[in-house]
């Protein structure tokens, strides 16, 4: 594997699942580009992305059929069955997180952390992976380095 930068401005994104995951992962995703959601319920978080026309929410639960025209799909749900039932209908030319079993992915989303070293001209993104075996340690990890910079743009 190697790290990408994306830009999702014209990719077609697709969530499955409307739970706290899946809400973290829409939250980060709405900002580049209008993910489509699918889940029989979802967070006030997403609602409230959908009342607000930044996600397209199909409020009922996956069918075969679903993520056929999406080039990233994350399955974000804590119903085992629907989550392979995802994996078995996606095709090899797609891009898949699953977030409830990492060896499934053929791809992860990492922690980052964005700042400016000198000026707005020298903005820096560090990318932070633990190839989606442990989100904790990547969070963990991302909050120390944001504090660091934190100080060091106050020390400048």
Do not use: W
């Not at 190697?2 to 077609?12: E, G, M, R, T």
């Not at 995703?29 to 029989?40: D, F, G, M, Q, Y």
């Not at 989550?83 to 989303?109: G, I």
């Amino acid at each position: 594997m190697i790290p990408l930068l994306v830009d999702l401005h014209k990719k077609a994104v697709t969530v499955i699942g409307g739970g706290k995951i899946a809400t973290r992962k829409v939250l980060r995703l709405a900002s580049e580009t209008r993910p489509k959601v699918i889940a029989p319920e979802i967070t006030e978080t997403l609602q409230n992305l959908a009342l607000n026309g930044k996600i397209e929410l199909i409020l009922r639960p996956y069918q075969t059929g679903d993520i056929e025209d999406a080039q990233i799909i994350y399955i974000a749900t804590s119903d085992e069955a629907v989550n392979q039932t995802v994996r078995r209908d996606a095709r090899s030319d797609q891009f898949v997180n699953d977030t409830s079993q990492h060896e499934r992915s053929n791809f992860y989303s990492m922690a980052e952390v964005e700042t400016e070293i000198l000026s707005e001209s020298d903005l820096v993104l560090i990318a932070i992976s633990t190839f989606g075996k442990n989100p904790t340690l990547s969070k963990k990890i991302q909050q120390l380095l944001t504090k660091e910079c934190l100080k060091q743009h106050a020390q400048d």
